[in-house]
Structure formats: C-alpha cells, structure tokens
Nanobody, 126 residues
Framework: QVQLVESGGGLRQAGDSLRLSCAAS????????MGWFRQAPGKEREFVAA????????YYSNSVKGRFTISRDNAKNTGNLELNTLKPEDTAVYYC???????????????????WGQGTQVTVSS
C-alpha cells in the first residue's frame, strides 16, 4: 500500500505560479511512477504529468507542456508539480497518483494508477 497526500493548492490569478506537493508513505515511493491528474467540475479526470520512478523520463499533457514541471525526491518520498503561467482553465482538483507502469501511453490512463491522494483544489481567476 502507498498513501499519498497532496498539499499546496490555493487561489491564484492568471499568470501566477503555484507549487503542489505529494507526500508518500507506506511502500517505497521510489518503486512507482508518480502522476498528476486533475478534474474540473463536470469533467472527467485528465492526465497532467507523470515522472517514472528514476526521474529519468517525464511526460506532460499538451495543455500544460512548457508551463508545468514535475519532479520527485525519492530520498524524501515526495513529488512536486510546479504550475507556472496559470490560466483560468487550469482550475481543478489536482490529484497525485502512483503507478507500477513506466511506459507511455499507459501512464495517460487513470486505470494505470493503483494509488491516489485525496486531491487539492487549484483555482485560477482571470
């Protein structure tokens, strides 16, 4: 079992930055790919970014590529998502997730992730 807890959400204006964190406990976090997903009201949960266990490869959705940066620190069992140049359409609940998968495009699918955090709200005003 892996327990995940997100933090760092909040209210920002368009163009601002925000840093989300994901703290892991339980089984070694370094064994898992870490992903970030988001879900806006009335919409399906969508892939945002993922980074494999070693940190050597990362993937981003087209909507956030160039603005968001995913990272991890296996020694601290934590992961981060830096959100820059925020847009109102980035407003959503952001979820951290862990997966045993390591290859694209498997990592784009919520079904590849067996462990989820409770989510943290990000709201961007125009």
């Amino acid at each position: 079992q892996v327990q995940l807890v997100e933090s760092g959400g909040g209210l920002r204006q368009a163009g601002d930055s925000l840093r989300l964190s994901c703290a892991a406990s339980g089984r070694p976090f370094s064994s898992y790919t870490m992903g970030w997903f988001r879900q806006a009201p009335g919409k399906e949960r969508e892939f945002v970014a993922a980074i494999i266990w070693s940190g050597d490869r990362s993937y981003y959705s087209n909507s956030v590529k160039g603005r968001f940066t995913i990272s991890r620190d296996n020694a601290k069992n934590t992961g981060n998502l830096e959100l820059n140049t925020l847009k109102p359409e980035d407003t959503a609940v952001y979820y951290c997730a862990a997966s045993a998968a390591t290859y694209y495009p498997d990592l784009l699918n919520t079904r590849a992730y067996g462990y989820w955090g409770q989510g943290t709200q990000v709201t961007v005003s125009s």
